[in-house]
């Protein structure tokens, strides 16, 4: 039953909340804006909040200068294709730790999220001299490949947890029914089991876009994604403000939107289903 | 139940996954341990040969070892005290009724989203420059003098930067733990006149202990790792290295291969500890 509670409460809530809300998020707020400001109008004082004259300028100064397509379609590529490919790997294995649970079952879950909790820099140079040694340092297939190990853990974790929520019953009456393996993953178990992938690919792409201490370290400028190129405004551009924000901007609008998609998935995804 | 076919199908089936990690787990780390023994400059004369335990030693008694254990606690201390507290505060005020709800959540949770390497240098150079910032806009209308945040104050800073981008994940997880929090033993406590301190320390902070727990071990893990936000605002200087920077410098910056490597093992030990402790509780939820 929801509890009672007076108007006048719930409008302070309101107010409080809308506060605080609005405060945390203002940085992202103010990079926007500031985006669209001419440098001067950037760095004003005091701030001008919305009475600027909006311009288009910014974009199109970064986009010349520095080449952005490549750096935003190397993210796309790196993030899209770590993520396909992992979920290629761990579909199966989730599947049958789901479906078919040994012994062992458990113990192989538990080692796989160890593994993520490997701390990337202790790893480091043997990693980059695998890279030199093979001739793929700042190599796409390279950061494809690293990022999709990186995640693996947690995509597994994911389907599994998703897997396990479909019921065995099912199962047992496709088979009862004499439906192959095949006929029974094809056409029971997969309708079941699309939002559980859909989630758990969309999470996983916010995971590797973001992910930036292999990016960082094992690129120069052939497979740079977006997080090296703003990385790149460190010093002296980054204090051209309207400029920095406007890179920024483009750098993190499409996860920002794919993110306010993902908040549930983000619980389960993050907390090996430890928090429902 | 399950046939001997499908037992072997499911072997099969889990075995690409398992061998990659295995791949992935062993070899780097393999190549982790020989290096750590052994005297290893690239650009120096490269590979001089077995090294003993002087790596290790040579790593805790550098002059830079301890201050770099001291930005690393504070740093994570910093972060997980301000991202639990906030995050409960906020997980509660969340819960209560409101206007414009999933709104105001999409507002908090944001900027988890925004990736590593723009808040920091958006919090560097648009809100902590100490003549075009926006912070310093603020000090000079209250006529007070700019702060000069990150080499003032550099490990505040970092922690305020951190702590913004971690705070929309403690309260989402600590928020999903409330909703899920009996409302009738809740109503049952108000009608017995429990005033709010009273429910909220004896009813809502046992039934979050477990999700807080959560929260601050796996913050923990990623936390120590934190990399690009130091990388691209202070590059390790004014005393932000933490322990992982100093090993990404020795390794990658002054190509001592052996040294960083030896830190990195102490990285690997120290992460693993952390670890343990959350691999019982999800193994816990794993058996119910």
Redesign the interface.
């Known amino acids: 039953?929801?509890?009672a509670?007076s108007s006048r409460r719930?409008a302070i809530?309101?107010a409080?909340?809308?506060a605080?809300?609005?405060l945390?998020?203002f940085?992202?707020l103010?990079?926007i804006l500031?985006s669209f400001k001419t440098e001067a109008q950037a760095?004003a004082?005091?701030?001008i909040f919305l009475g600027f004259d909006w311009t288009l300028e910014n974009y199109r100064i970064v986009q010349e200068r520095s080449n952005y397509m490549r750096f935003l379609w190397n993210s796309v590529i790196i993030a899209g294709f770590s993520t396909i490919l992992g979920v290629i790997?761990?579909v199966?294995?989730a599947?049958?730790?789901a479906?078919?649970p040994?012994r062992r079952t458990?113990d192989?879950?538990?080692w796989?999220?160890?593994?993520k909790?490997?701390?990337?820099?202790?790893?480091?140079?043997?990693?980059?001299?695998?890279c030199i040694e093979l001739g793929v340092l700042d190599n796409r297939v390279a950061l494809v490949v690293i990022i999709m190990?990186i995640n693996?853990?947690i995509i597994?974790w994911m389907l599994y947890t998703y897997f396990r929520e479909i019921p065995g019953e099912i199962l047992e009456a496709a088979r009862m029914d004499g439906a192959s393996?095949r006929n029974e993953i094809l056409y029971v178990l997969t309708p079941m089991a699309v939002p559980g992938i859909a989630s758990t690919v969309l999470l996983n792409f916010?995971l590797a876009?973001?992910e930036?201490?292999w990016t960082?370290?094992l690129t120069a400028v052939n497979a740079a994604p977006?997080?090296?190129f703003?990385?790149s405004?460190?010093s002296p551009e980054?204090?051209f403000?309207a400029k920095?924000?406007a890179a920024?901007t483009m750098?993190?609008a499409p996860?920002?939107i794919?993110?306010?998609f993902s908040?549930k998935q983000?619980?389960r995804g993050?907390?090996?289903?430890?928090?429902? | 139940m399950?046939t001997q076919h499908?037992?072997s199908?499911?072997?099969l089936?889990?075995a690409?996954?398992?061998f990659?990690?295995l791949v992935?787990?062993l070899?780097?780390?393999g190549?982790?341990l020989w290096?750590s023994f052994r005297q290893y400059l690239p650009l120096r004369g490269g590979d001089l040969g077995f090294a003993g335990w002087d790596n290790y030693v040579r790593f805790v008694t550098s002059s830079s070892f301890w201050p770099s254990i001291y930005s690393t606690l504070i740093i994570v201390g910093g972060v997980l005290v301000i991202t639990i507290f906030f995050g409960i505060l906020?997980a509660m005020?969340?819960d209560?009724?409101?206007?414009?709800?999933g709104?105001?959540?999409?507002?908090?949770?944001?900027?988890?989203?925004?990736?590593?390497?723009?808040?920091a240098?958006?919090?560097?150079?648009?809100?902590m420059?100490p003549t075009?910032g926006?912070l310093a806009?603020l000090w000079?209308?209250f006529g007070a003098d700019p702060v000069v945040w990150l080499s003032d104050v550099p490990l505040f800073s970092i922690v305020l930067i951190v702590s913004?981008q971690w705070?929309?994940?403690a309260t989402?997880?600590l928020l999903?733990?409330i909703q899920?929090l009996d409302?009738d033993q809740l109503?049952a406590a108000e009608m017995d006149g429990a005033p709010h301190l009273k429910r909220f320390w004896y009813i809502i902070l046992p039934h979050l202990s477990?999700?807080i727990t959560?929260v601050l071990l796996?913050q923990t893990?990623f936390l120590?790792?934190i990399?690009?936000e130091i990388?691209?605002t202070t590059g390790g200087a004014f005393g932000t290295r933490t322990l992982?920077y100093l090993?990404?410098q020795r390794?990658?910056e002054s190509q001592n291969?052996g040294l960083?490597?030896a830190g990195?093992?102490y990285?690997?030990i120290?992460?693993?500890i952390?670890?343990i402790f959350?691999?019982r509780?999800?193994?816990k939820?794993?058996?119910t």
Not at chain 1, 112 to 115: A, D, F, I, K, V
Not at chain 1, 270 to 276: E, H, P, S, Y
Not at chain 2, 103 to 119: H, K, N, Q, Y
Request: aromatic content about 12%; glycine content about 4%.
């Open positions: 039953m929801a509890r509670v719930k809530n309101t409080v909340a809308w605080i809300g609005l945390i998020f940085p992202i103010w990079t500031t760095i004082d005091p701030p790997i761990a199966p294995a599947w049958s730790m479906f078919v040994s458990k192989i879950l538990l796989m999220l160890s593994t909790m490997l701390p990337a820099v202790g790893v480091l140079y043997p990693i980059y001299l695998i190990l693996l853990p597994v393996l916010i876009w973001n930036a201490f960082l370290n977006l997080t090296a703003i990385a405004y460190s980054g204090l403000f920095l924000s920024s750098a993190i996860i920002l794919l993110g306010w908040q983000l619980v993050l907390t090996f289903g430890a928090v429902k | 399950a499908s037992r199908a499911a072997r089936m889990m690409p996954a398992v990659v990690l992935w787990m070899v780097p780390l190549m982790t290096f906020l005020l969340l209560q009724p409101m206007f414009g709800q709104i105001v959540r999409i507002l908090v949770i944001a900027p988890f989203f925004v990736m590593p390497t723009v808040s240098l958006v919090w560097k150079n648009m809100f420059d075009n926006l806009h000079r209308f913004w705070l929309p994940f989402l997880i999903t733990a899920s409302s109503e477990r999700a959560i796996i893990i120590l790792s990399f690009a990388f691209v992982t090993i990404f390794v990658l291969i960083g490597s990195g093992v990285a690997i120290l992460a693993n952390v670890a959350l691999m509780i999800v193994g939820n794993l058996d």
